[in-house]
């Protein structure tokens, strides 16, 4: 087993690969994760030697592409475990996958007055959906805040639900400001009011062991792109019951049990959302991320994460004018780091940063209501993975202190 001082980099080919003579530090991991030489192989692999469609022919290659691709929706069902793989539903993303939600699902159970409860601090791809609905439907959309150290305001969100609260559609781990939402709680609390709980794993998914199970989430969410996987798949668990409910929301082949010229039936769960061609070699390469992941283990790539974290946080809370956003305490700030430096924007921060070789992001992170309530407009935001190392963390430091004094010579 690789142990926490293993140089996890050397799996993957683009940490390894210089940029003006030095590696660059990629710290920008929640906007999408690098991938490991054992997820390319596994793609390269089926496009040379099994690619053809699933589903559909007799063949042998068929059969085997047929195999693979179905094979990886049980790794995807046992990494979170969830009770069958027919409760997983191959998407491009976790985007879409709210979306299938919300038009497929939502807009058949909702009436005029029910309530959809969102956080302030959702993405918008946790959002702009349930406006949608909500403009559709007639139902209500509230939100919940957040208490000054950025986690979730419960108390405030057990006074809002009520008999008429449908959803209530929330992130596992907020894409800003790191912090852990209490699923099973939200959940418990969803269930005794008859609503149901959609959760956006794209940001735990990486970083935490996740069980649908024990979390009795109704709907869960994530991309494979943020944890070590190929971009363009995603994935969309749900309860057997719901997603029996739940409509497709694009037709064609593959979806279908029986077409007459003017009706059409569909195959069972989960094939029926799966219309036409799936992204086969996506969840391959998604599988294979979760053999990577699991090779480590969970609790491994926790304890290594933490010590970053830890040592992040600390470091940033040291330098004058640096302020960090979200829990203070490291034990519940998972995966992001949101900080802004008095009197610069974060676009330059950014952009100094990026001299240094150093990859963040600066921005509202598609999270634009967040911002409004903490009363910015922007941050820069640093992304932790396992494969990052002290190294990494130092590098962002020394160069955030060189920032801010070529800023504070500029304004003499």
Same mark, same amino acid.
């Given at each position: 087993?690789? *142990? /926490?001082?293993? =140089?996890?980099?050397?799996?993957?080919?683009? !940490?390894? &690969?210089? @940029?003006?003579?030095? %590696?660059?530090?990629?710290?920008?991991?929640?906007?999408?994760?690098?991938?490991?030489?054992?997820?390319?192989?596994?793609?390269?692999?089926?496009?040379?030697?099994?690619?053809?469609?699933?589903?559909?022919?007799?063949?042998?290659?068929?059969?085997?592409?047929?195999?693979?691709?179905?094979?990886?929706?049980?790794?995807?069902?046992?990494?979170?475990?969830?009770?069958?793989?027919?409760?997983?539903?191959?998407?491009?993303?976790?985007?879409?996958?709210?979306?299938?939600?919300?038009?497929?699902?939502?807009?058949?159970?909702?009436?005029?007055?029910?309530?959809?409860?969102?956080?302030?601090?959702?993405?918008?791809?946790?959002?702009?959906?349930?406006?949608?609905?909500?403009?559709?439907?007639?139902?209500?959309?509230?939100?919940? *805040? /957040?208490?000054? =150290?950025?986690?979730?305001?419960?108390?405030? !969100?057990? &006074?809002? @639900?009520?008999?008429? %609260?449908?959803?209530?559609?929330?992130?596992?781990?907020?894409?800003?400001?790191?912090?852990?939402?209490?699923?099973?709680?939200?959940?418990?609390?969803?269930?005794?009011?008859?609503?149901?709980?959609?959760?956006?794993?794209?940001?735990?998914?990486?970083?935490?062991?996740?069980?649908?199970?024990?979390?009795?989430?109704?709907?869960?969410?994530?991309?494979?792109?943020?944890?070590?996987?190929?971009?363009?798949?995603?994935?969309?668990?749900?309860?057997?019951?719901?997603?029996?409910?739940?409509?497709?929301?694009?037709?064609?082949?593959?979806?279908?049990?029986?077409?007459?010229?003017?009706?059409?039936?569909?195959?069972?769960?989960?094939?029926?959302?799966?219309?036409?061609?799936?992204?086969?070699?996506?969840?391959?390469?998604?599988?294979?991320?979760?053999?990577?992941?699991?090779?480590?283990?969970?609790?491994?790539?926790?304890?290594?994460?933490?010590?970053?974290?830890?040592?992040?946080?600390?470091?940033?809370?040291?330098?004058?004018?640096?302020?960090?956003?979200?829990?203070?305490?490291?034990?519940?700030?998972?995966?992001?780091?949101?900080?802004?430096?008095?009197?610069?924007?974060?676009?330059?921060?950014?952009?100094?940063?990026?001299?240094?070789?150093?990859?963040?992001?600066?921005?509202?992170?598609?999270?634009?209501?967040?911002?409004?309530?903490?009363?910015?407009?922007?941050?820069?935001?640093?992304?932790?993975?396992?494969?990052?190392?002290?190294?990494?963390?130092?590098?962002?430091?020394?160069?955030?202190?060189?920032?801010?004094?070529?800023?504070?010579?500029?304004?003499?």
């Amino acid at each position: 087993m690789k *142990g /926490l001082t293993y =140089n996890y980099k050397k799996d993957f080919p683009i !940490l390894t &690969k210089k @940029v003006n003579g030095e %590696t660059r530090s990629y710290l920008d991991n929640a906007a999408t994760s690098q991938k490991p030489q054992s997820v390319i192989n596994a793609i390269t692999d089926f496009y040379q030697n099994d690619n053809a469609n699933v589903h559909r022919g007799v063949g042998s290659m068929s059969q085997m592409a047929t195999d693979k691709y179905e094979s990886a929706r049980q790794t995807v069902a046992d990494f979170i475990n969830a009770p069958a793989s027919k409760n997983i539903v191959f998407t491009r993303s976790s985007t879409e996958s709210l979306n299938w939600i919300a038009t497929g699902y939502a807009t058949q159970m909702l009436e005029p007055e029910d309530e959809i409860i969102v956080s302030i601090a959702e993405h918008h791809s946790n959002l702009i959906p349930w406006q949608q609905v909500a403009k559709q439907t007639g139902a209500k959309l509230s939100f919940v *805040g /957040l208490h000054a =150290n950025g986690t979730l305001n419960l108390a405030e !969100l057990e &006074k809002m @639900v009520s008999s008429k %609260t449908k959803i209530i559609a929330i992130n596992h781990i907020s894409n800003v400001l790191g912090s852990i939402n209490p699923i099973a709680e939200i959940a418990n609390l969803a269930h005794q009011n008859g609503a149901i709980i959609v959760v956006d794993a794209a940001q735990s998914a990486p970083h935490l062991k996740i069980d649908v199970q024990k979390l009795d989430a109704d709907f869960l969410v994530f991309s494979g792109h943020k944890m070590l996987g190929p971009t363009g798949i995603g994935v969309l668990y749900g309860k057997t019951e719901l997603l029996e409910q739940m409509q497709p929301v694009q037709f064609g082949g593959e979806m279908i049990d029986d077409v007459q010229q003017q009706s059409a039936t569909w195959a069972p769960v989960p094939l029926k959302f799966e219309a036409g061609t799936p992204n086969i070699a996506g969840a391959i390469g998604l599988a294979a991320a979760i053999d990577y992941i699991n090779q480590i283990g969970i609790n491994q790539i926790n304890a290594r994460e933490d010590a970053l974290m830890k040592l992040a946080l600390s470091s940033l809370n040291e330098i004058a004018g640096v302020t960090v956003y979200g829990p203070t305490d490291f034990n519940n700030h998972k995966g992001v780091l949101s900080f802004n430096l008095a009197g610069i924007h974060a676009h330059d921060v950014s952009t100094g940063l990026d001299l240094d070789n150093i990859e963040i992001r600066a921005g509202h992170h598609c999270a634009q209501p967040l911002m409004k309530f903490l009363d910015v407009e922007s941050m820069v935001r640093a992304s932790i993975s396992f494969y990052n190392d002290e190294t990494d963390i130092n590098r962002l430091i020394e160069s955030i202190k060189t920032v801010k004094e070529f800023f504070a010579n500029e304004l003499a």
